[in-house]
């Protein structure tokens, strides 16, 4: 029995919901986490081409910051640097940052979820460029044994079975949701079946109780629901 959670690093309803994903991991030792990413940002985009598609964009992260308790102001502040040119206009490919994710996997296994939130954290909660050489190598270094070679992420990048499972891992993400394709999505997975516990940012309370209940065998009980972010990259702002 474990969790499956189906996230993505340029997810701002993800990173909003990284909290409850802890308090449920941390409370529930006996479930493993397992963790897609998904392909929420499927081309690559820029901070200003955000902008210039979601007008509403700063109001957005404001609103993020005061539902969550998960702070933007970093990531507002890279926004408007960007947009001024006084800053560098960050890049989100959801493919691109599969890989390092399979690859520190890979390298230290187990810490799933944290790896993720750590890199959603980085670019959320810290403006960092998270599609970076150096940023990643920066991240995954929490996690790496003392003594790995320096370039130990790059070669695991290079290596056509980690680049593989990165595509899979999507891909399964996809055919998981099928036609519901909203980011974050936490199932209970047992025995071979799935229980939709929660789609889209929900408080702790709603998924606790759906959890709860999946564990208990009720199944009936109301999905947690709430705000979310689509394949195609456009988030409820």
């Not at 998904?38 to 609103?63: C, H, K, S, V, W």
């Not at 670019?123 to 044994?145: H, K, N």
């Not at 899979?168 to 055919?175: F, G, I, K, V, Y």
Request: include cysteine; aromatic fraction near 8%.
């Amino acid at each position: 029995m474990n969790l499956l959670y189906l996230t993505d690093v340029f997810c701002p309803w993800c990173y909003g919901f990284a909290p409850v994903m802890r308090r449920l991991a941390a409370e529930h030792p006996e479930l493993p986490v397992r963790v897609l990413g998904g392909n929420l940002m499927d081309e690559p985009q820029p901070l200003t081409g955000m902008l210039e598609e979601y007008p509403t964009i700063r109001e957005f992260f404001a609103r993020l910051q005061e539902t969550t308790g998960q702070s933007t102001e970093h990531f507002r502040q890279a926004l408007e640097q960007a947009v001024a040119g006084t800053g560098p206009d960050l890049l989100m490919h959801s493919p691109a940052m599969n890989l390092p994710l399979a690859a520190l996997r890979h390298l230290a296994p187990g810490h799933e979820l944290e790896q993720m939130e750590a890199f959603q954290m980085a670019f959320y909660a810290q403006g960092r460029d998270v599609m970076a050489a150096g940023e990643q190598a920066a991240i995954a270094a929490a996690w790496l044994p003392a003594g790995t070679p320096a370039d130990a992420l790059t070669a695991a990048m290079a290596d056509p079975a980690i680049r593989s499972a990165a595509r899979h891992d999507a891909a399964e993400a996809e055919e998981v949701m099928g036609e519901f394709l909203l980011y974050p999505t936490l199932y209970l997975e047992h025995d071979g079946q799935r229980t939709l516990l929660a789609r889209g940012y929900s408080d702790y309370a709603s998924v606790r109780a759906k959890l709860d209940d999946a564990l208990r065998g009720v199944r009936e009980s109301p999905v947690a629901q709430g705000a979310a972010c689509s394949l195609d990259g456009k988030c409820c702002f």
